[in-house]
């Protein structure tokens, strides 16, 4: 039990909608960052959020955008999805008292897109 | 630019038979190392990290890597396998300047026969 949770579990969409993602990290965390795991693939860096603003970002385009906030909740929110998009998608957070501290991932929410 | 090769996508041993899952990197600064364990629908669970301290890292569950700079290897290793571990497990790389930003390599999944 790592103290990261992740909602909804499963989500199907359609080419075309927008889909939010929920992350819940445990108190004190104030830094997240979030994942891409496409099947039969290691995870990939989408960005990484530190009280609130967007401290590095990945290889991934601006429809891909997050929010943090202050209760150790945070969004991922993905506009205009692509039959690509279709992935696990993991949010890790970790406290923030020195940067080597151990991040902590959720169980992912698996997203399908037709 | 950091990146991690694992060397077998699939390793399959006996219980109680040595396990060698093998990780390669590449880093153009001193890295930081770690294997994370996936169970089947679950997210990522740390197994070690190495941060530039002791060479052999001792991990849970019975796991140690150990970083051979002249080789560019962290390769993971458990004297005696258990049915327990059959799992993806995943090799990742950072920069000691921002350890949330994991590079990953592709896995190997580990299977264990009675």
């Known amino acids: 039990e790592t103290g990261v949770t992740q909602s909804p579990t499963h989500l199907i969409k359609t080419r075309g909608q927008q889909v939010t993602l929920r992350c819940s990290s445990q108190?004190?965390?104030?830094?997240v960052s979030w994942y891409q795991q496409a099947l039969g693939q290691g995870p990939q860096f989408i960005f990484q959020?530190?009280?609130?603003?967007?401290?590095g970002r990945g290889n991934f385009p601006p429809r891909f955008s997050g929010l943090q906030f202050p209760n150790y909740s945070s969004e991922l929110n993905v506009n205009a999805l692509e039959l690509d998009d279709s992935a696990l998608y993991l949010c890790?957070?970790?406290?923030?008292?020195?940067?080597?501290?151990?991040?902590?991932f959720g169980p992912g929410t698996r997203l399908l897109v037709l | 630019a950091q990146s991690v090769t694992q060397l077998g996508s699939h390793v399959s041993v006996s219980e109680g038979a040595l396990v060698l899952l093998r990780c390669n990197y590449s880093?153009?600064?001193?890295?930081?190392l770690f294997w994370y364990v996936q169970y089947p629908n679950q997210g990522l669970q740390l197994l070690l990290k190495?941060?530039?301290?002791?060479?052999l890292v001792k991990g849970i569950n019975g796991f140690e890597a150990e970083f051979k700079k002249s080789e560019t290897s962290f390769h993971l290793t458990k004297p005696s396998a258990h049915m327990s571990d059959a799992a993806e497990y995943f090799c990742?790389?950072?920069?000691?300047?921002?350890?949330?930003?994991?590079?990953f390599g592709t896995g190997t999944r580990l299977q264990v026969f009675p």
């Open positions: 890790a957070s970790r406290e923030d008292r020195a940067w080597e501290e151990t991040q902590y």
């Open positions: 108190s004190g965390h104030n830094t």
């Open positions: 959020y530190y009280r609130e603003e967007e401290n």
């Open positions: 880093s153009s600064v001193p890295p930081y």
């Open positions: 190495y941060t530039s301290a002791a060479t």
């Open positions: 990742a790389v950072s920069d000691r300047y921002n350890t949330d930003k994991l590079i």
